[in-house]
């Protein structure tokens, strides 16, 4: 196991430098200058000022040299400085990070628990007029447009109902809680403010179902065929025959094997919602990694573009680390193989 | 195996539950509205970059600014007709207006209680200067000294008449100079290289405003809290949340009544606002306008006189002014309507489609040319789209193609300060309330230089151009923009097109809330 874990980490660390390679080399090929882009329309015009703007950015240096001023910097934690933050960029993702990452693991937890269950429910009354729905719904999920359906449970739920803020994290004003984690609602926990707790969580549940709704349509039918999958095997069959419950044969036996494909969905389509919240982040000013990085992107922050892609390309690979030691705990098999 | 299938079903059902029964246990906002009025709410979509006065010059920065940090003069009350006094309680000008003499108010003090003196006031202006900030150019030309503790004198290189007005900007907001020296502050002529005071800015304030800084972020909220020494009339909300929010979000956040206001909403938004919210609509001194690039470098058909003149008789002003909704008004010069010399509707260019169409055809050939736009970027509700799409159209029954080239503004803004768009669809705001500002849309000027408009050009308008930025007289002054304005239309090389409306909202506990023409939003006067 341990020599499965070092060869995975190994190819890790070459990930992640040619992602830092081909990210910088990306901006620097980009469309604009991201001096005069900080620049107002008088400044822009001033020479002096645009040297002065180029060479706080680094950019008066060849490009060789920014690459290893800059792989320098990371080697030892410092991204650069964001222009829009005025602040260290890994400072930014240790702020921003967090954020998406309450947002993509409450989505996650209400992807798996309702996809999943309803997975469950749907291939143990496969072809039942409940499949039926339920695979109607599924596709309904994956299909829907989550810009719309974002402002649609926010006009409902938010302003008609008003159950729900939205947007923020708390309301308006509010401090948060002492920063243990970066989510609010554990750091609200250990600070044993339950009130901030309770702020916290209605806050994040309307983005986080809005956000689940493509994974969890994604994941009942994952789930669905995974189940039936397990369901067809001889050995279920054997274990029903031998007199084993329903309960002990789904909860024992079908689930075990059917969990890897489905840890392998819910693993890659976590890293997608922490890399893709963008449009959920901006419809409910959620301060986190998608909004950042669009604020990046629109004003050629380019400390912050390479940094984002950095960071999102280690949640990949750390995820699918994640995923693969996974599958060698579920099914000795595999890390046998 | 039925006996599992309930059991996963009422786990899934009791998961959904519980996460509804916490949801509607806590506290609902609109429950908490009326004591939350006490923290007053601000929605406005972020352009924040920094707290620090010298560096700071957007428009976000300029409303949170505005309100910590004295400048020597000031508007009020919406007008933008004659600078008030502020840290200066009176100033005078010599008569060929290059040297201003401003007389240090008694008893303003820091919120740390330091007076406030004419060092302070050297400091804050040098340091804009040397520092080489986007807002540095309010400094160009302008030196100042203290003669003593109580007087500042601003000179002036060449005549002037825009000092007290550029005086008024936030940029030039005075910072308590002990206290930013000693955090790295310097107004040195290395300023640029040498000040390392942003950072303490960004976390505490150092003026003399009606608000402090309790908490800073340019992507999330910044709040403010009442300056307990504050020389002036206290501000009637003691804390103010001013929070970063989309437009889409601003609504949502004022129909739920989690904001008390909201700064970005365009006419479409507000007409489905209900009753419980009150509107203020007034007139933005942006300027939107379209330009033809002059230079036969860029295109040979953009530049010539003809199509100019096709285009200016080929566009439907009233057309284009329809999308920009309710309240926005038509620019009949580049000089916004509440601005000295402004042109009004007499003489106006109106659509001549006959004479559009005979001007394109004395050119002859394939009239193709490419219009650039931001697509991504929006003002006062509106973005430029729409109107691109209507120039194209419009200039279209004219015998002009136009292909419509929208991209991100980060890309769109490096090729029009490049003065290598053929078209441009771009605006303005002024950088300070006077229209000398608007002298930079003559040729060989700022904005002039965009649409390839070099020096010389336009002899007769350059003249006019250089007489006024030397007159001091009012009506003189009047005058000569009045016709700095008709000679710039009769070039047709930039056409104003329009100006929007500025809308706030608010809601009806807090009154109506007046869009301030130089600020955008004067904090400390709202509930006044």
């Given at each position: 196991?341990?020599?499965?874990?070092?060869?995975?980490?190994?190819?890790?660390?070459?990930?992640?430098?040619?992602?830092?390679?081909?990210?910088?080399?990306?901006?620097?090929?980009?469309?604009?200058?991201?001096?005069?882009?900080?620049?107002?329309?008088?400044?822009?015009?001033?020479?002096?000022?645009?040297?002065?703007?180029?060479?706080?950015?680094?950019?008066?240096?060849?490009?060789?040299?920014?690459?290893?001023?800059?792989?320098?910097?990371?080697?030892?934690?410092?991204?650069?400085?964001?222009?829009?933050?005025?602040?260290?960029?890994?400072?930014?993702?240790?702020?921003?990070?967090?954020?998406?990452?309450?947002?993509?693991?409450?989505?996650?937890?209400?992807?798996?628990?309702?996809?999943?269950?309803?997975?469950?429910?749907?291939?143990?009354?496969?072809?039942?007029?409940?499949?039926?729905?339920?695979?109607?719904?599924?596709?309904?999920?994956?299909?829907?447009?989550?810009?719309?359906?974002?402002?649609?449970?926010?006009?409902?739920?938010?302003?008609?109902?008003?159950?729900?803020?939205?947007?923020?994290?708390?309301?308006?004003?509010?401090?948060?809680?002492?920063?243990?984690?970066?989510?609010?609602?554990?750091?609200?926990?250990?600070?044993?403010?339950?009130?901030?707790?309770?702020?916290?969580?209605?806050?994040?549940?309307?983005?986080?179902?809005?956000?689940?709704?493509?994974?969890?349509?994604?994941?009942?039918?994952?789930?669905?065929?995974?189940?039936?999958?397990?369901?067809?095997?001889?050995?279920?069959?054997?274990?029903?025959?031998?007199?084993?419950?329903?309960?002990?044969?789904?909860?024992?036996?079908?689930?075990?094997?059917?969990?890897?494909?489905?840890?392998?969905?819910?693993?890659?389509?976590?890293?997608?919602?922490?890399?893709?919240?963008?449009?959920?982040?901006?419809?409910?000013?959620?301060?986190?990694?998608?909004?950042?990085?669009?604020?990046?992107?629109?004003?050629?922050?380019?400390?912050?573009?390479?940094?984002?892609?950095?960071?999102?390309?280690?949640?990949?690979?750390?995820?699918?680390?994640?995923?693969?030691?996974?599958?060698?705990?579920?099914?000795?098999?595999?890390?046998?193989? | 195996?039925?006996?599992?299938?309930?059991?996963?079903?009422?786990?899934?059902?009791?998961?959904?539950?519980?996460?509804?029964?916490?949801?509607?246990?806590?506290?609902?906002?609109?429950?908490?509205?009326?004591?939350?009025?006490?923290?007053?709410?601000?929605?406005?979509?972020?352009?924040?970059?920094?707290?620090?006065?010298?560096?700071?010059?957007?428009?976000?920065?300029?409303?949170?600014?505005?309100?910590?940090?004295?400048?020597?003069?000031?508007?009020?009350?919406g007008n933008a007709d004659k600078p008030l006094p502020s840290v200066a309680s009176e100033w005078s000008v010599n008569d060929d207006a290059t040297e201003y003499t401003f007389t240090i108010r008694?008893?303003?003090?820091?919120?740390?209680?330091?007076?406030?003196?004419?060092?302070?006031?050297?400091?804050?202006?040098?340091?804009?200067?040397?520092?080489?900030?986007?807002?540095?150019?309010?400094?160009?030309?302008?030196?100042?000294?203290?003669?003593?503790?109580?007087?500042?004198?601003?000179?002036?290189?060449?005549?002037?008449?825009?000092?007290?007005?550029?005086?008024?900007?936030?940029?030039?907001?005075?910072?308590?100079?002990?206290?930013?020296?000693?955090?790295?502050?310097?107004?040195?002529?290395?300023?640029?290289?040498?000040?390392?005071?942003?950072?303490?800015?960004?976390?505490?304030?150092?003026?003399?405003?009606?608000?402090?800084?309790?908490?800073?972020?340019?992507?999330?909220?910044?709040?403010?809290?009442?300056?307990?020494?504050?020389?002036?009339?206290?501000?009637?909300?003691?804390?103010?949340?001013?929070?970063?929010?989309?437009?889409?979000?601003?609504?949502?956040?004022?129909?739920?009544?989690?904001?008390?206001?909201?700064?970005?909403?365009?006419?479409?938004?507000?007409?489905?606002?209900?009753?419980?919210?009150?509107?203020?609509?007034s007139q933005s001194p942006t300027i939107f306008f379209v330009f033809l690039n002059a230079n036969p470098a860029v295109s040979e058909i953009t530049s010539s006189p003809d199509f100019r003149e096709?285009?200016?008789?080929?566009?439907?002003?009233?057309?284009?002014?329809?999308?920009?909704?309710?309240?926005?008004?038509?620019?009949?010069?580049?000089?916004?309507?509440?601005?000295?010399?402004?042109?009004?509707?007499?003489?106006?260019?109106?659509?001549?489609?006959?004479?559009?169409?005979?001007?394109?055809?004395?050119?002859?050939?394939?009239?193709?040319?490419?219009?650039?736009?931001?697509?991504?970027?929006?003002?006062?509700?509106?973005?430029?789209?729409?109107?691109?799409?209507?120039?194209?159209?419009?200039?279209?029954?004219?015998?002009?193609?136009?292909?419509?080239?929208?991209?991100?503004?980060?890309?769109?803004?490096?090729?029009?300060?490049?003065?290598?768009?053929?078209?441009?669809?771009?605006?303005?705001?002024?950088?300070?309330?006077?229209?000398?500002?608007?002298?930079?849309?003559?040729?060989?000027?700022?904005?002039?230089?965009?649409?390839?408009?070099?020096?010389?050009?336009?002899?007769?308008?350059?003249?006019?151009?250089?007489?006024?930025?030397?007159?001091?007289?009012?009506?003189?002054?009047?005058?000569?923009?009045?016709?700095?304005?008709?000679?710039?239309?009769?070039?047709?090389?930039?056409?104003?097109?329009?100006?929007?409306?500025?809308?706030?909202?608010?809601?009806?506990?807090?009154?109506?809330?007046?869009?301030?023409?130089?600020?955008?939003?004067?904090?400390?006067?709202?509930?006044?």
């Amino acid at each position: 196991m341990a020599l499965f874990i070092a060869k995975r980490l190994g190819a890790a660390v070459l990930l992640v430098i040619g992602t830092i390679l081909v990210a910088f080399l990306l901006t620097a090929v980009l469309p604009g200058d991201a001096a005069t882009a900080r620049l107002g329309e008088r400044a822009a015009a001033d020479p002096e000022i645009v040297a002065a703007m180029r060479e706080q950015l680094g950019l008066d240096k060849p490009l060789y040299e920014q690459f290893f001023i800059y792989v320098s910097g990371v080697t030892r934690g410092d991204l650069g400085d964001s222009v829009q933050t005025a602040r260290p960029v890994m400072t930014d993702l240790q702020l921003f990070g967090p954020a998406s990452a309450e947002l993509a693991l409450a989505a996650t937890l209400i992807a798996v628990i309702i996809g999943g269950g309803l997975g469950i429910v749907a291939a143990l009354r496969a072809n039942g007029h409940l499949d039926n729905v339920l695979r109607a719904l599924s596709l309904g999920g994956v299909s829907i447009p989550i810009f719309w359906f974002a402002l649609i449970a926010t006009a409902i739920f938010s302003t008609r109902l008003g159950w729900f803020p939205s947007s923020g994290r708390l309301n308006a004003g509010v401090v948060p809680p002492p920063r243990v984690t970066g989510f609010y609602t554990i750091d609200s926990l250990i600070a044993g403010n339950f009130p901030l707790f309770l702020q916290a969580v209605q806050h994040l549940i309307l983005p986080a179902i809005v956000l689940s709704a493509a994974m969890v349509g994604l994941l009942m039918r994952f789930t669905r065929a995974s189940v039936l999958d397990v369901l067809g095997q001889e050995y279920i069959r054997a274990a029903e025959a031998k007199g084993l419950s329903g309960r002990r044969v789904v909860f024992g036996h079908v689930l075990r094997g059917a969990l890897v494909p489905v840890i392998t969905v819910v693993g890659t389509a976590f890293a997608s919602l922490l890399a893709g919240t963008v449009l959920v982040e901006q419809i409910f000013a959620w301060p986190g990694i998608g909004s950042y990085a669009y604020r990046a992107a629109s004003t050629l922050d380019l400390s912050a573009i390479v940094g984002v892609t950095i960071f999102v390309a280690l949640i990949y690979i750390f995820v699918n680390l994640v995923t693969d030691i996974l599958y060698g705990v579920i099914d000795p098999r595999i890390r046998r193989a | 195996m039925k006996r599992s299938v309930k059991l996963v079903g009422a786990a899934a059902l009791i998961a959904a539950s519980a996460l509804i029964v916490s949801a509607c246990s806590a506290p609902a906002q609109n429950e908490s509205e009326s004591a939350a009025v006490e923290s007053l709410v601000i929605d406005k979509s972020f352009d924040l970059v920094t707290a620090d006065p010298a560096r700071m010059y957007e428009t976000t920065g300029g409303i949170v600014l505005h309100a910590v940090y004295d400048s020597l003069l000031t508007f009020a009350d919406g007008n933008a007709d004659k600078p008030l006094p502020s840290v200066a309680s009176e100033w005078s000008v010599n008569d060929d207006a290059t040297e201003y003499t401003f007389t240090i108010r008694d008893g303003i003090t820091f919120s740390d209680g330091t007076p406030l003196t004419s060092a302070d006031v050297v400091f804050s202006l040098n340091r804009v200067k040397n520092i080489q900030g986007n807002g540095s150019f309010l400094m160009a030309g302008l030196t100042v000294e203290a003669p003593d503790e109580s007087t500042v004198v601003v000179t002036s290189e060449e005549p002037n008449t825009a000092v007290p007005a550029i005086m008024t900007s936030p940029t030039l907001g005075i910072v308590n100079s002990a206290v930013v020296k000693k955090n790295g502050g310097t107004d040195a002529a290395d300023a640029a290289d040498a000040d390392t005071a942003e950072e303490f800015l960004n976390q505490t304030s150092a003026g003399s405003g009606p608000y402090t800084i309790e908490s800073f972020d340019t992507t999330t909220e910044t709040v403010l809290v009442a300056n307990p020494e504050y020389w002036g009339d206290a501000p009637v909300y003691d804390r103010v949340v001013l929070r970063n929010a989309t437009a889409e979000a601003q609504l949502m956040d004022v129909q739920s009544g989690t904001a008390h206001v909201a700064l970005d909403l365009g006419s479409d938004q507000i007409a489905g606002l209900g009753s419980d919210v009150v509107v203020s609509t007034s007139q933005s001194p942006t300027i939107f306008f379209v330009f033809l690039n002059a230079n036969p470098a860029v295109s040979e058909i953009t530049s010539s006189p003809d199509f100019r003149e096709a285009v200016k008789y080929g566009l439907d002003f009233d057309g284009i002014l329809e999308l920009a909704g309710e309240g926005a008004e038509r620019a009949y010069g580049i000089v916004p309507s509440s601005y000295l010399g402004a042109l009004g509707p007499d003489g106006a260019v109106e659509r001549d489609v006959d004479r559009a169409t005979e001007a394109a055809s004395r050119i002859g050939g394939d009239l193709t040319v490419d219009l650039e736009y931001a697509s991504d970027f929006s003002s006062n509700g509106l973005s430029m789209g729409p109107f691109a799409e209507r120039i194209a159209a419009q200039l279209a029954e004219v015998g002009i193609t136009v292909n419509l080239k929208p991209g991100p503004i980060a890309t769109t803004l490096e090729s029009y300060r490049a003065g290598s768009e053929q078209m441009g669809l771009w605006l303005w705001n002024p950088d300070y309330p006077d229209s000398a500002d608007y002298l930079a849309f003559g040729p060989g000027e700022v904005v002039g230089l965009r649409a390839g408009w070099e020096a010389g050009a336009a002899p007769e308008l350059e003249a006019v151009m250089a007489e006024v930025s030397t007159e001091t007289d009012a009506a003189a002054r009047e005058a000569l923009y009045k016709q700095f304005q008709k000679l710039h239309n009769e070039e047709g090389v930039i056409i104003p097109l329009f100006q929007p409306a500025a809308s706030v909202v608010a809601a009806s506990a807090v009154g109506e809330v007046k869009y301030d023409p130089v600020f955008s939003l004067d904090i400390a006067a709202i509930g006044r």
